[in-house]
């Protein structure tokens, strides 16, 4: 289970997240490697800098 975008509104989750001064960040918090890592990858795709938040417990 992998928990991200959770912290944003659904406009700034819709609008391009790539901007002049940077990346809109996405906090993501998961406990699967493989599934964090996926979803890493997708949100990365989308244009988000993702910043890895641990374990859902610790993230939570």
Do not use: Q, Y
């Amino acid at each position: 289970m992998v928990k991200a975008l959770n912290t944003l509104f659904a406009p700034f989750i819709a609008a391009d997240p790539r901007h002049p001064e940077g990346r809109l960040v996405a906090f993501r918090t998961g406990d699967g490697a493989d599934a964090k890592a996926a979803v890493t990858g997708l949100l990365d795709e989308f244009g988000f800098a993702v910043l890895d938040l641990g374990g859902l417990r610790a993230g939570a």
